[in-house]
Protein backbone atom coordinates (compact mmCIF):
# COMPACT_ATOMS: atom_id res chain seq x y z
CA UNK A 1 0.00 0.00 0.00
CA UNK A 2 2.60 2.29 0.94
CA UNK A 3 3.99 2.55 -2.81
CA UNK A 4 0.50 2.89 -4.33
CA UNK A 5 -0.30 5.25 -1.95
CA UNK A 6 2.45 7.61 -2.17
CA UNK A 7 1.62 6.82 -6.39
CA UNK A 8 -2.28 7.97 -6.15
CA UNK A 9 -1.39 10.85 -3.36
CA UNK A 10 2.02 12.19 -6.18
CA UNK A 11 -0.60 11.64 -9.06
CA UNK A 12 -3.11 13.80 -7.54
CA UNK A 13 -0.84 16.34 -6.42
CA UNK A 14 0.61 16.81 -9.68
CA UNK A 15 -2.61 17.13 -11.68
CA UNK A 16 -4.02 19.62 -9.29
CA UNK A 17 -0.97 21.92 -9.93
CA UNK A 18 -1.58 21.21 -13.60
CA UNK A 19 -5.06 22.76 -13.10
CA UNK A 20 -3.59 25.94 -11.46
CA UNK A 21 -1.13 26.15 -14.35
CA UNK A 22 -3.99 26.09 -16.60
CA UNK A 23 -5.73 28.25 -14.24
CA UNK A 24 -2.78 30.48 -14.10
CA UNK A 25 -2.52 30.80 -18.31
CA UNK A 26 -6.21 31.42 -18.21
CA UNK A 27 -5.92 34.33 -16.11
CA UNK A 28 -3.45 36.19 -18.19
CA UNK A 29 -5.89 35.96 -20.72
CA UNK A 30 -8.53 37.39 -18.95
CA UNK A 31 -6.57 40.47 -17.70
CA UNK A 32 -5.52 41.34 -21.72
CA UNK A 33 -9.88 40.75 -22.42
CA UNK A 34 -10.38 43.41 -19.79
CA UNK A 35 -8.01 45.69 -20.66
CA UNK A 36 -9.34 45.23 -24.13
CA UNK A 37 -12.65 45.48 -22.89
CA UNK A 38 -13.41 42.55 -24.79
CA UNK A 39 -16.14 41.11 -23.22
CA UNK A 40 -17.25 38.51 -25.75
CA UNK A 41 -13.51 37.54 -25.27
CA UNK A 42 -13.54 37.62 -21.65
CA UNK A 43 -17.11 35.35 -21.88
CA UNK A 44 -15.11 32.58 -23.37
CA UNK A 45 -12.14 32.78 -21.23
CA UNK A 46 -14.37 32.76 -17.86
CA UNK A 47 -16.30 29.68 -19.37
CA UNK A 48 -12.86 27.92 -20.00
CA UNK A 49 -12.23 29.06 -16.21
CA UNK A 50 -15.66 27.59 -14.75
CA UNK A 51 -14.39 23.85 -17.05
CA UNK A 52 -11.08 23.74 -14.86
CA UNK A 53 -12.86 24.40 -11.75
CA UNK A 54 -15.25 21.73 -12.68
CA UNK A 55 -12.47 19.23 -12.62
CA UNK A 56 -10.68 20.91 -9.31
CA UNK A 57 -13.74 19.82 -7.98
CA UNK A 58 -13.74 16.33 -9.46
CA UNK A 59 -10.35 15.96 -8.38
CA UNK A 60 -11.59 16.87 -4.66
CA UNK A 61 -13.48 13.84 -4.52
CA UNK A 62 -10.75 11.78 -5.69
CA UNK A 63 -8.86 13.48 -2.36
CA UNK A 64 -11.81 12.32 0.13
CA UNK A 65 -11.69 8.72 -1.91
CA UNK A 66 -8.02 8.17 -0.49
CA UNK A 67 -8.99 9.94 2.46
CA UNK A 68 -11.93 7.95 3.86
CA UNK A 69 -9.61 4.04 4.18
CA UNK A 70 -7.17 6.16 5.94
CA UNK A 71 -9.99 6.64 8.47
CA UNK A 72 -9.68 10.28 7.95
CA UNK A 73 -13.24 12.13 7.49
CA UNK A 74 -11.92 15.79 6.75
CA UNK A 75 -10.08 14.89 3.78
CA UNK A 76 -6.49 16.59 2.95
CA UNK A 77 -7.29 19.86 4.82
CA UNK A 78 -6.92 18.00 8.12
CA UNK A 79 -4.07 17.81 10.38
CA UNK A 80 -4.94 14.04 10.26
CA UNK A 81 -4.92 13.44 6.33
CA UNK A 82 -1.12 15.13 6.97
CA UNK A 83 -0.43 12.38 9.59
CA UNK A 84 -1.30 9.37 7.73
CA UNK A 85 0.64 10.43 4.61
CA UNK A 86 3.65 11.27 6.68
CA UNK A 87 3.12 7.19 7.55
CA UNK A 88 2.57 5.86 4.59
CA UNK A 89 4.60 7.75 2.56
CA UNK A 90 8.19 7.53 4.23
CA UNK A 91 9.80 11.42 4.82
CA UNK A 92 11.44 11.76 1.36
CA UNK A 93 8.12 11.38 -0.03
CA UNK A 94 5.72 13.35 2.32
CA UNK A 95 8.65 16.12 1.63
CA UNK A 96 8.38 15.76 -2.13
CA UNK A 97 4.52 16.01 -1.62
CA UNK A 98 4.72 18.75 1.02
CA UNK A 99 6.39 20.55 -1.36
CA UNK A 100 4.31 20.54 -4.43
CA UNK A 101 1.39 21.16 -2.21
CA UNK A 102 2.74 24.36 -1.01
CA UNK A 103 3.66 25.68 -4.25
CA UNK A 104 -0.52 24.84 -5.16
CA UNK A 105 -0.93 26.89 -2.42
CA UNK A 106 1.19 29.85 -3.45
CA UNK A 107 -0.09 30.03 -6.81
CA UNK A 108 -3.59 29.90 -5.54
CA UNK A 109 -2.98 32.63 -3.80
CA UNK A 110 -1.32 34.63 -6.05
CA UNK A 111 -4.23 33.30 -8.65
CA UNK A 112 -6.54 34.67 -6.12
CA UNK A 113 -4.58 38.43 -6.10
CA UNK A 114 -4.65 38.68 -9.43
CA UNK A 115 -7.97 37.85 -9.26
CA UNK A 116 -8.92 40.94 -7.26
CA UNK A 117 -6.67 43.27 -9.37
CA UNK A 118 -8.55 41.94 -13.02
CA UNK A 119 -12.23 42.25 -10.90
CA UNK A 120 -11.25 46.05 -10.03
CA UNK A 121 -10.09 46.48 -13.38
CA UNK A 122 -13.08 45.38 -14.78
CA UNK A 123 -15.73 47.09 -12.30
CA UNK A 124 -13.91 50.16 -13.40
CA UNK A 125 -14.28 49.17 -17.11
CA UNK A 126 -17.85 48.81 -16.50
CA UNK A 127 -18.40 52.03 -15.04
CA UNK A 128 -16.95 53.78 -17.55
CA UNK A 129 -19.03 51.96 -20.54
CA UNK A 130 -22.30 52.98 -18.42
CA UNK A 131 -20.60 56.86 -18.09
CA UNK A 132 -19.98 56.60 -21.90
CA UNK A 133 -23.41 55.12 -22.53
CA UNK A 134 -25.17 57.57 -20.89
CA UNK A 135 -23.15 60.47 -21.93
CA UNK A 136 -24.32 58.62 -25.75
CA UNK A 137 -27.58 58.57 -24.78
CA UNK A 138 -27.95 62.36 -23.50
CA UNK A 139 -26.33 63.51 -26.63
CA UNK A 140 -29.14 61.76 -28.36
CA UNK A 141 -31.67 63.78 -26.68
CA UNK A 142 -30.11 66.85 -26.93
CA UNK A 143 -29.70 66.41 -30.53
CA UNK A 144 -33.11 64.85 -31.36
CA UNK A 145 -34.22 67.90 -29.20
CA UNK A 146 -31.97 70.25 -31.49
CA UNK A 147 -33.44 68.94 -34.63
CA UNK A 148 -36.70 69.59 -33.35
CA UNK A 149 -36.31 72.81 -32.66
CA UNK A 150 -34.79 73.22 -35.98
CA UNK A 151 -37.73 71.85 -37.54
CA UNK A 152 -40.13 74.68 -36.21
CA UNK A 153 -37.72 77.53 -37.88
Request: charged share 30%.
Amino acid sequence: MPTDFFETVNSLVEEELSLYKSLEALVDDEETRVRESDMEGLLDVLQQKQSIISRQESLLEQWNNISAPLGVGDGKEGPAFWNKLAEHAGENGYNQIVARINEIRELGQHLLDREGVIRAELEENLAEMRNTLLKMGRNRIALKGYSQGMATF
